[in-house]
């Protein structure tokens, strides 16, 4: 991990949201709720939008992020990170290749990676990746096509690892605990934050039971 890039810290409570049906209002006091209740860093997944809009969206949100010193990471697009001078992009085993990311993107930029294997964890290995986002580890309807990883692999992968995870897929306040002793740094969290009414006693509920539970493996790498 290049800690000038991301400190484990950063990954506590990792939000991700996608626009969906909210309007522009809903979306941005969403996302100040979240940041405002504890998420330590935001990441933006718009899989259908086009790439206009997607900057358009990008701009508002990096305004708040800045205001409130967290990170803005944009999922898949390398496009709209270099647009809007975001922190990073997040990829995942069928985009663009770390390497080459990496090399688009220059030293400065955030890289994280999803991973389901080991055989994805041992190729990435020098690809410069800054975290990996592993998951599905429960059932979830927000990515239908991800692969579920168990406990025991969850737990092998992030202490085989000098570089730190993020689980995610299906996580809320009632599975949340299951993952402690897994040795990750946080948690991804995407419906259980933005898909509720009261995203800012959600965010700060899950905040606690995170800082609780993951904050411990600080600095075991």
């Known amino acids: ?37 504890g998420v330590t860093i935001i990441q933006l997944r718009e899989k259908k939008m ?5 900057i358009e ?3 508002k949100v990096k305004k708040i992020t800045d205001r409130r010193g967290i990170k803005l990471i944009i999922n898949d697009n390398i496009e709209v990170c270099k647009e809007i001078d975001c922190e990073g992009v997040h990829i995942g085993q069928g985009d663009i290749s770390p390497i080459e990311a990496r090399k688009i993107l220059g030293e400065d930029k955030i890289i994280g990676l999803s991973i389901q294997t080991r055989k994805h964890l041992d190729e990435s290995i020098d690809s410069d990746i800054d975290y990996y986002g592993v998951g599905a580890v429960f059932s979830t309807t927000t990515k239908l096509d991800a692969d579920n990883v168990s ?15 993020v689980a995610i897929g299906g996580i809320n306040k009632s599975n949340i605990l299951k993952l402690e002793g897994t040795g990750i740094a946080g948690v991804a969290i995407v419906s259980a934050i933005y898909g509720v009414e009261d995203t800012y006693k959600e965010s700060k509920t899950l905040f606690n039971l995170a800082k609780k539970f993951f904050l411990k493996v600080e600095g075991k790498r």
């Open 151 to 165: 406990y025991s692999d969850l737990k092998a992968l992030s202490l085989g690892s000098k570089i730190p995870m």
């Open 1 to 37: 991990m290049n800690i000038t890039r991301i400190k484990e810290r950063d990954l506590l409570l990792y939000g991700v949201i996608s626009k969906g049906e909210l309007s522009w209002e809903e979306y941005l006091q969403k996302i100040e709720q979240s940041i405002d209740s």
């Open 50 to 54: 086009d790439t206009d809009s997607f």
């Open 57 to 59: 969206l990008g701009k």
